[in-house]
């Protein structure tokens, strides 16, 4: 890292003239965005944490005397306590964890899709780029707002829906889970086996509900406002792609797909990464959009971590939970992108042995191994 | 492409027809599923409520009405919101670029200790999810006696870091040359950073005016935990409870929907100028 370099050079500052300016310059360049990123990141961060081990309840100043320090109380209320707010809390991050599932896989798939399509050389790229990308500059607010309307009930969905002869579902409305339904299509309904047995207070029959109907709204949403921003990523990363690679495998007569599966997805693969850890990232945070949509309806199948956090401090005045709620969510998302980070840090140590002589001497091992494994397996 | 092509025989150059073929359709399908959803809003923004509610995909408003839009205005603190999301969206993006690139031309030009250290924290503080923050912000604001004020709704947003990180490496990428000689002429490190720094940075400048105007412009979640009046409110706030408001009054879907295509004019129309430069951000830099 370039701070490596400089730090052995930490005397310079000491000398006069020059370098002792830049020294002074460069805390005045630098304070402004310290000071702030200090006052309102750090510090408050440290008082959340304090507030998750205390009984604060709003009034006055977490600071002052209306606090009282109660230990891990709070996180054991959530984890361990049956009770109403660890069944809205294990709700809440069933419900998270069926929209992360869902959402990243196929945002992810859909945006390579977009971005190999308006990677080919077509007439009026730039506006089916547009196209793509507008919805990811607009506000969640607003696109929220949208799809309260096509998704009513009577709206623009149900009614392309009874074209085709089908009904659709009342959406926002309709609490069920996606399981449950195709279970209840096949004669399978709640058992009493999985009904008695309980997981942060959710039973494991709820558990394996699936996203509600209300929450696949969100989820298409998210994959309609998120797609276009990992698309240009993706395309940043296709175009990098040397175009002779793509050739060479061409004249081994390799189809498209093939070319697609044994060279550009290898090729891309850190950038499938980088956008599968931040949609991870993403989409474990989901509040301004259940917010302005359900605030967590119907029966409670649209609740996140994020909301409920909120909502348990800022409406029901319960803070320290609500702070040992975001703390928790913290914990999940650091531990998804560490997990990621894991298992992804070298993807280049497995292909290694399979790399052979002729290619090793070439400045791209990726580009080789992926050149010659495309040759090499042609029919 | 042309050398290869010219050696395939007729199967490939069909399949390649057919392929062109593919490729369109699925083009044109997929621009339909993302353009028409706005076009139906804009469509039913000029919709009565009866006429929305009973045929949603009509695509001729049945009367022609901009009642929504009057109703924006007299029913509405329409043009508060505008006012306050203009204040706070406008404060924060010159602040910020100016700011950032303080900070950034600091951390990538200037030599001094702590640098290291100062880029860690700033690094670091990239990694904590925006969503964790909303109540330990909620508390500093509080704490601090700027609850409900312009000031914690702006001073929170000014500084954001992958602003600081975006400047630094435009800064590293261009050549120190020009400041050398500047230094050598004896200008204050301020005055080469304004007068002959910032010029040469405009590409990245823009790229981050650009963010920051679409980030702050849509925020919903800091002013929500940093102001309660509702003669605070912000476009993304008041839309939200328009949103929110009761079912007895009708679905009022045409109201909503002028208010939502209201505001996304300004971000649209920033999009639609500046195009080129959020679609290939690298290539344009390179460009100017």
Known sequence: MATRVEAGRWWRWREPGIRGHQAAAGWLFIAPVIVI?????????????????????????????????????????????PGLDQNNFGTSLRNNFYYVVLVVPVQTAVSLFLAVLVNRRVKFVGFFRTAFYFPSVTSSVA????????????????????????????????????????????????????ANGFFLGVSYWDWLAGPSIAMCVFIIMAVFTTSGTFMLLFLAALQNIDESINEAAALDGA????????????????????????????????????YVGTKGSPSNTTLTPA???????????????????????????VFFTVTTRLLTRNPDRVPRRRRFGPTQGLGNPDASRVASAGSGSTP | MSSSSARLDASAV?????????????LIALAIVYIFPFVIAVITSFKTEPNATASPLGLVPHPVTTSAFHQLYVGQDFLLWVKNSLIVTLSVTFLRVFLDSLAGYALARLRFRGRGAAFA????????????????KFLIIRQLGIYDTYYGMIIPLLVDAAGVFIMKNFFESIPVSVEESARIDGASLFRIYWSIVLPMARPALVTLFILSFQGSWNELAHFIISAQSTSLNTLTKGVAQLASGQLGSGNRYPL????????TIPVAILFFIFQRRIMNASAGAVKE
Request: aromatic share 14%; proline share 5%; hydrophobic share 55%.
């Open chain 1, 37 to 81: 990123l200090g006052v309102f990141l750090l510090v408050p961060i440290a008082m959340a944490a304090w507030v998750s081990f205390s009984d604060w309840n709003g009034n006055g100043s977490p600071l002052g005397a209306n606090a009282h320090f109660v230990g891990l109380q709070n996180y054991r209320h959530l984890l361990t306590t």
């Open chain 2, 256 to 263: 909503k929907l002028a208010a939502s295509t209201l505001m």
């Open chain 2, 121 to 136: 924290t700033i690094v670091a503080v990239m990694a904590v999810p925006g969503v964790v923050l909303l109540i330990p």
């Open chain 1, 255 to 290: 189809s498209e797909w093939r070319k697609f599966r044994h060279v550009t997805v290898p090729m891309i693969r850190p950038m499938i990464f980088t956008v599968v850890t931040l949609g991870l990232i993403g989409t474990w945070q989901i509040f301004d959009q259940i």
């Open chain 1, 143 to 194: 696109i929220t707002v949208l799809f309260l309307f096509l998704f009513s009930p009577a709206g623009v969905i149900n009614k392309l829906l009874s074209y085709f002869g089908a009904t659709g579902p009342s959406w926002l409305y309709d609490p069920r889970g996606f399981f449950h339904v195709i279970l209840g299509q096949f004669g399978v309904h709640e058992s009493s086996s999985l």
């Open chain 2, 14 to 26: 069909r399949r390649r027809r057919v392929g062109r073929v593919v490729t369109y359709s699925f």
């Open chain 1, 307 to 333: 909301f409920l956090s909120f909502n348990t401090s800022f409406n029901a005045n319960n803070w320290g939970v609500g702070a040992a709620l975001a703390f928790i969510l913290f914990a999940i998302i």
